[in-house]
């Protein structure tokens, strides 16, 4: 199994910028996919971005490409989520999520962490 914990979230006004980051534990010997999510009250979670084990390889969602980035250091094991030119609508709870395996996907991840409230203030 694998412990997420994320950090980072806060209140900041559009325009603005923002650094998530979520810390693995437990079995992180192992190769495994992680992104992050996002959900908003009364809605379905929402993918976000996906990276692959090495980092080579990662696939945005199309509202956020371009003002989001994100990253992986596998030494720290630690996710990082890179947040730029915020807008009010990106505010949302933001959950990491990892699955075991190389693949690269948007949903069915076994692995969650409890979530970092980013609320972005027009």
């Known amino acids: 199994q694998v412990q997420l914990v994320e950090a980072g979230g806060g209140l900041v006004q559009a325009g603005g910028s923002l650094r998530l980051s979520c810390e693995a534990s437990g079995r992180t010997d192992y190769r495994y996919t992680m992104a992050w999510f996002r959900q908003v009250p009364g809605k379905e979670r929402e993918f976000v971005a996906v990276i692959s084990w090495s980092g080579a390889s990662t696939v945005y969602a199309d509202s956020v490409q371009g003002r989001f980035t994100i990253s992986r250091n596998n030494a720290k094991n630690t996710l990082y989520l890179q947040m730029n030119s915020l807008k009010s609508e990106d505010t949302a709870v933001y959950y990491c999520?990892?699955?075991?395996?190389?693949?690269?996907?948007?949903?069915?991840?076994?692995?969650w962490g409890q979530g970092t409230q980013v609320t972005v203030s027009s």
């Open positions: 999520a990892a699955d075991f395996g190389v693949a690269m996907k948007r949903n069915n991840f076994d692995y």
